[in-house]
Nanobody, 131 residues
C-alpha cells in the first residue's frame, strides 16, 4: 500500500511562488498516476493537476499557466511548482494516487479530475495566499 505525504505549503503574498512535494513510500511511484487536488472548508475538492505514468500532464483551468507538475521517480516524489499565487489559491492541497492498473480508465483528458477515482491520499498541506 502506498503512503503519500505532502509538504511545502505556507503563507505567501499574492504573486509569490511555492513548490509543493508529494513523497510516496511503501510502493514505487513510477507505478502510479499522481494528482493534486485542493479544498477549502465547506467546499468539494477541486482538481488541480495530474501526471500519469508516462509523464502526460493535465491541469485545471484555474491553474493552467501558473502551476507545473513534475515527477522524480528516483526520489519517489511528485512536485507542484506554483507561480503567481492568488488569494483564491488558498486551500489545503492534497496529492492522490491511482495504480497504473486502472490508469487507462481513470486518467484521461475527460476524467482525470474525479476525486473518488483515486485510491490513496495524503494528509494535505495548507497554502495561504494573503498580504
Amino acid at each position: 500500500q502506498v503512503q503519500l505525504v505532502e509538504s511545502g505549503g505556507g503563507l505567501v503574498p499574492p504573486g509569490g511562488s511555492l513548490r509543493l512535494s508529494c513523497v510516496a513510500s511503501g510502493a514505487t511511484l513510477a507505478s502510479y498516476a499522481i494528482a493534486w487536488f485542493r479544498q477549502v472548508p465547506g467546499k468539494e475538492k477541486e482538481a488541480v493537476s495530474c501526471i500519469d505514468s508516462d509523464d502526460i500532464v493535465y491541469y485545471g483551468d484555474s491553474v493552467k499557466g501558473r502551476f507545473t507538475i513534475t515527477r522524480d521517480n528516483a526520489e519517489n516524489t511528485v512536485y507542484l511548482q506554483i507561480h503567481s499565487l492568488k488569494p483564491e489559491d488558498t486551500a489545503v492541497y492534497y496529492c492522490a494516487a491511482v495504480s497504473v492498473t486502472f490508469e487507462h480508465i481513470i486518467v484521461t483528458p475527460d476524467s482525470w479530475f474525479v476525486p473518488s477515482d483515486y485510491d490513496y491520499w495524503g494528509q494535505g498541506t495548507q497554502v495561504t495566499v494573503s498580504s
